[in-house]
């Protein structure tokens, strides 16, 4: 056991999923692995009375590719997803796909936001709960930037009208996912310094 690879493990500029020996194929199976669990995670998904817009898993899971892949690999994944969406496969919330509807702008949004706490990450951003927290608020308020004045347009919603259908009933379930990912981040680096 070397003493180095704690301080390795734990240095930042480094992702989790750069704890997996680099190669192409690693790469690969992140950026398809990343989409499929995004597609996993959106069909865990509850209508919203009065929105278009379901509660579902992808927001988290898009929050959580993006965090342990990097910002490169969490844009890619997050890219993946939504073309591969847009072009027919059924993995958006409720298996529906299609550029369309009216909650594409969340998609949209996903993408921007698993890059940007991607890049959060790599600085450090995943290593504590505090910094995970400020980390996963940014990423939803980025989601939320784009994908309510989308609704708005694809809808005819006025942006008020927009907010109360797609943004408010959301805050809470956010706030939750949010909760889950300052234990899950910061205990993976935990163990991943444990085991290096």
Do not use: E, I, R, Y
């Given at each position: 056991m070397s003493i180095a690879a704690p301080a390795r493990s734990l240095r930042p500029g480094i992702v989790l999923a750069d704890l997996v020996p680099a190669s192409r194929a690693r790469d690969i199976a992140l950026v398809v692995?990343?989409?499929?669990?995004?597609?996993?995670?959106?069909?865990?998904?509850?209508?919203?009375?009065?929105?278009?817009?379901p509660v579902s898993g992808q927001t988290f899971?898009?929050?959580?590719?993006?965090?342990?892949?990097?910002?490169r690999r969490g844009?890619?994944?997050?890219?993946?997803y939504a073309v591969a969406g847009a072009a027919g496969v059924p993995w958006f919330a409720q298996a529906t796909s299609g550029y369309g509807m009216p909650s594409f702008g969340y998609i949209l949004g996903m993408l921007l936001a698993a890059t940007v706490v991607g890049a959060l990450a790599r600085r450090g951003a995943d290593r504590s709960v505090l910094r995970t927290a400020g980390a996963m608020a940014l990423g939803s308020v980025i989601i939320y930037t784009v994908g309510v004045p989308y609704l708005a347009l694809a809808t005819g919603m006025t942006f008020g009208q927009a907010v109360a259908a797609g943004l408010t009933p959301f805050l809470i379930g956010d706030a939750l996912k949010a909760a889950l990912a300052?234990?899950?981040?910061?205990?993976?680096?935990?163990?991943a310094g444990r085991k290096g």
């Open positions: 692995g990343g989409a499929a669990l995004t597609g996993l995670a959106a069909q865990l998904s509850v209508p919203v009375p009065g929105s278009p817009v899971a898009a929050l959580l590719v993006g965090t342990a892949l990097g910002a844009f890619l994944a997050l890219a993946l300052m234990g899950v981040l910061p205990a993976a680096w935990k163990l």
